[in-house]
DNA sequence: ATTACATATGTAATATTATAACACTTAGAG
DNA sequence: CTCTAAGTGTTATAATATTACATATGTAAT
């Protein structure tokens, strides 16, 4: 027989607590705080801050989620798991952040890094703008 | 008689708050926390924390300074007042913090932004390196 | 199946970071 | 001199995050 069953299941199985928290980052699509987590969650039997920061942080080591220091909150990555190099805008107005999947940017950057001689394990990088809906406005 | 007589000290001059702060920052050159600063200037007349924060505040919004988002941190800006833009390198292992200098590479950033037509009003660079000394240990 | 181990859970307490509200003071422009 | 914007001092409280500890669960090797 393959060997194919031998493969850890753990790289593919979430946790309970791991999967609410990521399918209620997943349904929004924005940022969301961790207390607002725990709040939207508590009829799904999450009961403390630990509970939501403990989904969060293993979230965030798989790559499946980000933290947007900025703004202490969470969103989910929409680059299909991209190696933890992060890089949102932020509207200064509205507060809107989207992720940047502009690849000659981010490709930009890590040449840059390079050129420089900078032996970076990962980045984030916080671009804040004013969003289209707000410069109209 | 010549108009500059009616330009505004406030540019110019702080207040004993903001100064004190300042100084700290600018004795220490590593990146402080806000609770640490409060602690350090207790003999200076700080009580709270709400001194130390208005302090910084101001001083980020002058450019003096710079916040560390992802270790709410200050650190004194050693580029002579940079526009609100910032780059960092931080230590994965020992958590010591670098403002990042290199004009190329924060030009090439600005040159990446323009190029592809994001309208950035400043931006704050974190890259996170194994530094020198702990590449060795 | 049973053990061993790493990982996750549940809970309470507490630490850390930051702001709101309000009364008062000071510096600078007119 | 007076008006105003900015800063101060203080108390209380909000928001964010972690420590400690006992228990439970999933996985791999026996």
Known sequence: MSSTHTHSKKSQSLT???????DLLQNSGEPLKAYFILDSLKKEGLNSPLQVYRALD???????????????????CNNSNCASNTAFTICERCGKVKEIKNKYLTDGVSDLVKDNQLEITR???EFYVLCKSCKIN
């Open 16 to 22: 309970k607590n791991q999967r609410i928290v990521l």
């Open 123 to 125: 980045y984030n990088l």
């Open 58 to 76: 293993k979230l965030v080591e798989l790559g499946k989620i980000h933290k947007i220091e900025s703004i202490n909150s969470f969103i989910i």
